[in-house]
């Protein structure tokens, strides 16, 4: 009996150590540890009050956020149709973990600081916490990104944006739908799409028709119309009020939609269901219904999408930073690993190959990142405006349709743990194609790029100054924009095959624009990396076959 229960007790002592294994990536300041946001911000908001940047770091870096990102995104959002007696309430129920995520960012003003508090930087530094925060948990940045968005589009209607920006502009997260005039703070979302239109938004069938109504909370009776239809997306469900396209009797138009009217009645907002979406878990998207449910025009009547086009382009822009949020946790958690991993006799990081890899995650997030921060700027100058306005759009195409391979490579470096859903960069590869997809997929962004360069030369002019500033730094550099200018110059020759060579165009207009802010500001050995590599005719189409001449310890040193 006594040697049976020894054998047993041996059974269970442990077979093995925990070794070589990286430690948890917990306790750090992701803005310490991230150089090229750092001198991204230093560059484009030299007054920036950096420290704190320092805390938003250290507080996404706490083992409690990145478990509140992970449960957010384990606990989806779920619709409630009905009260428990049978009434339509159409609520949206959140795990507690998304509230205080939301509650972290809008209290740091990271939904509309820039608005709050405008001046020069402001864009930069509301995207720099913006960018800090999605490196985290990137779903929450939708609706701080439609809340941001929506202030010069709600700005011209001048009733309606008294009415609302002062909820708008606060620091309070308040998620109870009630009455907007009792909140001190208010999100805001969007519903463009119909089923049969997608992108193509003059084919919405949604209809509105003018009504007089007895109050609007502040605005009378002006531009109220009462709304029937649908749409096929709409973003962040359990907002305050959002931007929608309808077809009035002028034509499509633009309507702030309230989800509780003035008084307190719920506005008719029938949502259908959530989508069940590939990534983006922790934000809730939905089809939903208008029968009776009543708006207020905002712009002019029959020019919606001139109106809502303003949002379009700042969620646009917050693609980009999202997309390189993203980067910057892939090769983040990449690095972490490499450092800490060893295999055949060597650390990873020490190990060519992989140091190759690393260096050119790194090259990829450092070229995103100062894009990013770089447009951002250029919404704090209103002499930018003809230069945003395309470059906006080549970014959004090109850095977004970058992430999901960079996501790949990035869970690659951990083997079989990145393809697991305990670490991050699983719902990372997932999360990243939704940027390249909103707010206009590849094939729409593109053509957009062409339509801004037909109807608004001197957009190009402004992007091509961006350009020929940095001639002269770079023989590649040089060749490449001499290419840049012939494939534009051949889309404005015969506008009829243009489509045929968009993406080719706006592909080499993306890289040029990167390649400008690295040498007009980046680290020397990360421009001349990224000339010889994505310019190069030695350029390869994988991460970590990079050409001569390219300082991999540099860039591996800066992830």
Known sequence: MTTSLDHTSQRHHATHEVLNQAPPRVDVDEFALNPALQEAVAT????????????????????????DAELANIHTPVHHSHDRWGNRVDEI??????????????????????????????????AAGFMLVSQIEAGHGCPLSMTHAVVPSLRLSPELAAEWEPALLSRVYDPELRDPATKSGVLFGMAMTE???????????????????GGSGGAGDSGCHVLRGHKWFCSAPQSDAFLVLAQAPEGLSCFLVPRV?????RNPFLVQRLKDKLGNKSNASSEVEFDSTLGWMVGEPGRGVRTIIE?????????????????????????????????????????????AVLADLQLESEAATWTALRLASAYDDEEFVPYRRLATAVAKYWVCKRGPNHAYESLECLGGNGYTEAFPLARRYREQPVLAVWEGSGNVIALDVL????????????????LAAQLGSHELYDRHVERVRGLIGRAAADPGAAPGIARRLVESMALAQQAAVLLAHAPAPVAEAFCLARLGDDRSAEYGALPDGVDIRALVDRA
């Open 93 to 126: 129920e959140f795990h507690p973990s998304y509230h205080r995520i939301m509650e972290y960012s809008v209290a740091h003003g990271l939904h509309t600081s820039a608005w709050a508090d405008p001046g020069q930087g402001a864009n930069v530094e509301r």
């Open 195 to 213: 089923k049969q239109g997608g992108s193509d938004v003059r084919a919405n069938t949604t209809t509105a028709e003018p009504v007089t109504v």
């Open 451 to 466: 339509r801004a360069m037909a109807r608004e030369p001197e957009s190009v002019a402004a992007f091509d100054a961006e």
């Open 44 to 67: 484009f908001s030299p007054h920036a009050r950096v420290e704190r940047f320092h805390e938003i770091g250290r507080h996404v870096g706490t083992a409690q956020y990145q478990h």
């Open 261 to 265: 009217l003035p008084g307190g009645e």
């Open 311 to 355: 949002m379009v382009g700042r969620t646009r822009l917050d693609c980009v930073l999202g997309a390189a949020a993203g980067m910057r946790q892939g090769v983040a958690e990449a690095a972490w690993h490499a450092r800490h991993r060893a295999a055949f006799g060597a650390t990873l990081v020490d190990q060519p190959a992989m140091a």
